[in-house]
C-alpha cells in the first residue's frame, strides 16, 4: 500500500504543477499520467522511454488506452487488485472511451506471473479467447526475462485487436464463402434427387408382403452395461481467466505463469 500511496501523491503533485501545460497539449482534456509503470525496475531508462511514447501514441493517435506494469511486491493484494488501485488513481480514459486494457507483470514471489487485464468496455473487444491468444504470442519473451520485446509486441497485439475488432478477416471470410457453396451443392443434390424420384412411376406394394409370419420369437432378454462408475478429474491450468470489480469499475484478467 505504501507504493501506492507514494505513487498517488506523486501523480497529485505533478498535476498540481503541470496540468495546465497538459490540457494545453491534449486536444481532448484528458488527464494523462504515465502509461509504463515499472515499479519491478526490469527496464532501462531509454526502453522505457520509448514504451511510453508508443503507449502515448496509441492513446493520441488511436484513442488506445492501453497500461503496461510491473511491479515485485503486491503488498498483500492480489495482482488485479493491485492493478486496479493504479489504474483507478491514474485517470486512463481517452476520448469519448471509458476503460482500459492492462499488462501487469508481477515478479513477486508469491505470484510469478503476467496478466492481461481489461477494464469496463475494452472488456468485449479483448475477450478470453483473444487474452490467451495474445498471451502466448508474447510466452517466450516473458519466459525467457525479455521483458522489453514482449511489451514491445503487446502494444501491436492490443492495436490490432482493438482495430479489428468485429471484423471479418480474409481468411474468415474465404472459409464462410466455401462453406455457403458446400451447403448449396449439397441443397440442390438433395432436391435434384428428390424430383427425380418423383418422376419414377412405381406400383404400391403392402408392407406386409415383405413379412413371414411368425418368424421372430424372442427367447432371453437381458441388460449390459459396459461401465458402472464415471469419474472426472479436472485438468490443472498454468492460467486461467477471472473477473470482479473495483472502484466502479468491472474487469476481466487472464492469467499467464512465469
Not at 496540468?19 to 488527464?31: K, S
Request: one cysteine or more.
Amino acid at each position: 500500500m505504501k507504493k501506492i500511496l507514494t505513487l498517488v501523491l506523486c501523480l497529485a503533485l505533478s498535476a498540481f504543477f503541470f496540468l495546465p501545460v497538459i490540457a494545453e497539449e491534449d486536444d481532448r482534456g484528458n488527464t494523462e499520467y504515465d502509461r509504463v509503470i515499472d515499479l519491478a525496475d526490469v527496464l532501462t531508462d531509454s526502453e522505457e522511454e520509448e514504451l511510453l511514447a508508443r503507449a502515448d501514441k496509441l492513446a493520441r493517435d488511436d484513442e488506445i488506452s492501453y497500461i503496461i506494469m510491473t511491479n515485485d511486491d503486491n503488498e498483500g493484494m492480489s495482482s488485479e487488485e493491485y492493478a486496479m488501485e493504479l489504474y483507478y488513481y491514474g485517470d486512463y480514459d481517452v476520448g469519448d472511451g471509458n476503460g482500459a486494457i492492462i499488462l501487469y507483470l508481477n515478479l513477486d514471489p508469491s505470484d510469478r506471473a503476467w496478466y492481461y487485464i481489461p477494464v469496463d468496455s475494452y472488456e468485449k473487444i479483448f475477450d478470453d479467447e483473444t487474452r490467451e491468444k495474445m498471451n502466448d504470442d508474447i510466452e517466450a519473451d516473458m519466459r525467457n526475462g525479455d521483458y522489453y520485446e514482449a511489451f514491445l509486441s503487446s502494444i501491436e497485439l492490443v492495436k490490432d485487436q482493438y482495430k479489428n475488432h468485429g471484423k471479418l478477416s480474409v481468411t474468415d471470410f474465404l472459409i464462410c464463402l466455401a462453406v455457403a457453396v458446400v451447403i448449396g451443392l449439397v441443397v440442390g443434390g438433395m432436391r435434384l434427387t428428390s424430383c427425380r424420384k418423383a418422376m419414377r412411376v412405381v406400383a404400391p406394394v403392402d408392407a406386409r408382403e415383405y413379412l413371414v409370419s411368425d418368424s421372430f420369437r424372442l427367447r432371453d432378454k437381458k441388460t449390459y452395461y459396459l461401465y458402472s462408475t464415471v469419474t472426472r478429474t479436472e485438468k490443472q491450468k498454468s492460467g486461467g481467466s477471472s473477473g470482479g470489480s473495483s472502484h466502479g469499475h468491472s474487469y476481466s484478467s487472464s492469467r499467464r505463469s512465469l
